[in-house]
């Protein structure tokens, strides 16, 4: 807001070369910082932060959580139907599926808190 | 009382049949049709004016991509913008399917799995076609975190790739729980005001309560249906992510 007190400021005579100059170089700087900042990823550009509602969150972390019990069980599933293994391949994977239910909701969990 | 479910029923519009195979024109395909060019539509002809300071319409086509492109770039760096085009198709179809749903008497498309599973087998297809054609048998090392013990590398290896193919599981069961739920809790609310109108003047005035509940169910819907829209971009770029750099995680 600087610049609409310096260009009312201006309005008198016409702008002067040193005046444009002036502006060109706190666009350019400012056009740098932007570019910088788009290729670095750092702060995007329109990110709102949205902070989920609890439902929200729960519906999050509980589907990271079931659908590592349901793979396991579906692998396990699936080896039995091939290796004829019936009921170790459920057993063992189910119980590894709960694992990596546990693991899922963990790592999302620190994405969370990371702000991600 | 209406059935809740109902609303999810699968109409044949055109019927087709191919050797056995049902190929036939549903209700959902026309939502699907419709989500589509509806996007179309308003990306192609916000964008007709190339404004360079842009209305209000060509501003929301703009934003859309800003959005989109700060979600890529956040979550898979700058190379990430390669699947750019992926990512915004998927954001945008999923989030006309959801808000078109929101039209009453309109099919939602996302409320199926089988929709939502199809993008996450898209989505997840991608990451290992690319990971592998892009890293070759490195890509693998994904599996097995850098610093563990070799005790317990053997479990966490299998862990990790439990969880690697849970991955599509949570993302279709996300999108397809949210707005199957939010659609079953809305009609048994309006089940609940129509059985209620029908048992007298106590009844009409009891109605107002789920009414009321009704109305503040839809603003919370819309609310979901933006956001899952999001969520399901935003993991998609994150599991890009490990098709572009697969180790860091």
Same mark, same amino acid.
């Given at each position: 807001?600087? /610049?609409?007190?310096?260009?009312?400021?201006?309005?008198?005579?016409?702008?002067?070369?040193? !005046?444009? !100059?002036?502006?060109?170089?706190?666009?350019?700087?400012?056009?740098?910082?932007?570019?910088?900042?788009?290729?670095?990823?750092?702060?995007?550009?329109?990110?709102?932060?949205?902070?989920?509602?609890?439902?929200?969150?729960?519906?999050?972390?509980?589907? !990271?959580?079931?659908?590592?019990?349901?793979?396991?069980?579906?692998?396990?599933?699936?080896?039995?139907?091939?290796?004829?293994?019936?009921?170790?391949?459920?057993?063992?994977?189910?119980?590894?599926?709960?694992?990596?239910?546990?693991?899922?909701?963990?790592?999302?969990?620190?994405? +969370?808190?990371?702000?991600? | 009382?209406?059935?809740?479910?109902?609303?999810? /029923?699968?109409?044949?519009?055109?019927?087709?049949?191919?050797?056995?195979?049902?190929?036939?024109?549903?209700?959902?395909?026309?939502?699907?049709?419709?989500?589509?060019?509806?996007?179309?539509?308003?990306?192609?002809?916000?964008?007709?004016?190339?404004?360079?300071?842009?209305?209000?319409?060509?501003?929301?086509?703009?934003?859309?991509? /800003?959005?989109?492109?700060?979600?890529?770039?956040?979550?898979?760096?700058?190379?990430?913008?390669?699947?750019?085009?992926?990512?915004?198709?998927?954001?945008?179809?999923?989030?006309?399917?959801?808000?078109?749903?929101?039209?009453?008497?309109?099919?939602?498309?996302?409320?199926?799995?089988?929709?939502?599973?199809?993008?996450?087998?898209?989505?997840?297809?991608?990451?290992?076609?690319?990971?592998?054609?892009?890293?070759?048998?490195?890509?693998?090392?994904?599996?097995?975190?850098?610093?563990?013990?070799?005790?317990?590398?053997?479990?966490?290896?299998?862990?990790?790739?439990?969880?690697?193919?849970?991955?599509?599981?949570?993302?279709?069961?996300?999108?397809?729980?949210?707005?199957?739920?939010?659609?079953?809790?809305?009609?048994?609310?309006?089940?609940?005001?129509?059985?209620?109108?029908?048992?007298?003047?106590?009844?009409? +005035?009891?109605?107002?309560?789920?009414?009321?509940?009704?109305?503040?169910?839809? +603003?919370?819907?819309?609310?979901?249906?933006?956001?899952?829209?999001?969520?399901?971009?935003?993991?998609?770029?994150?599991?890009?992510?490990?098709?572009?750099?697969?180790?860091?995680?």
């Amino acid at each position: 807001m600087v /610049e609409d007190g310096k260009r009312q400021g201006s309005d008198q005579g016409p702008p002067t070369e040193a !005046d444009l !100059d002036a502006r060109r170089r706190a666009l350019e700087s400012k056009l740098a910082a932007y570019e910088q900042q788009r290729t670095s990823g750092t702060a995007p550009v329109g990110q709102a932060a949205v902070e989920p509602s609890g439902l929200v969150k729960l519906f999050r972390f509980s589907a !990271d959580f079931v659908s590592g019990v349901i793979a396991g069980a579906l692998i396990g599933w699936l080896v039995d139907r091939f290796a004829g293994t019936r009921p170790w391949g459920l057993i063992v994977f189910l119980l590894l599926g709960f694992a990596t239910g546990i693991y899922n909701l963990v790592k999302s969990a620190q994405r +969370a808190n990371r702000g991600g | 009382m209406a059935d809740p479910i109902k609303q999810f /029923e699968l109409v044949h519009l055109v019927p087709l049949k191919i050797g056995g195979a049902d190929f036939g024109f549903t209700n959902s395909a026309l939502h699907m049709f419709i989500a589509v060019g509806v996007t179309a539509a308003f990306l192609l002809l916000t964008t007709t004016g190339r404004n360079l300071v842009p209305g209000r319409l060509q501003s929301m086509a703009e934003l859309s991509y /800003e959005f989109i492109a700060g979600t890529v770039r956040q979550a898979a760096g700058t190379e990430g913008m390669k699947f750019f085009p992926l990512v915004f198709s998927i954001f945008m179809f999923v989030l006309f399917g959801n808000l078109i749903g929101m039209i009453p008497g309109a099919f939602t498309v996302t409320s199926h799995i089988i929709v939502t599973a199809a993008l996450a087998l898209l989505v997840i297809t991608t990451v290992i076609i690319y990971g592998i054609m892009k890293h070759g048998t490195h890509w693998f090392a994904l599996f097995a975190p850098a610093g563990l013990p070799k005790a317990i590398l053997p479990v966490i290896v299998v862990i990790e790739v439990i969880s690697f193919l849970s991955r599509p599981i949570s993302l279709s069961l996300r999108l397809f729980g949210n707005m199957t739920a939010g659609h079953i809790a809305l009609k048994v609310f309006a089940g609940f005001a129509v059985a209620m109108v029908g048992a007298g003047a106590v009844g009409i +005035a009891g109605a107002t309560l789920p009414i009321f509940m009704i109305t503040a169910l839809t +603003a919370f819907e819309f609310l979901v249906a933006v956001l899952q829209a999001y969520v399901f971009t935003i993991l998609t770029c994150i599991y890009l992510n490990d098709a572009l750099h697969p180790g860091h995680h």
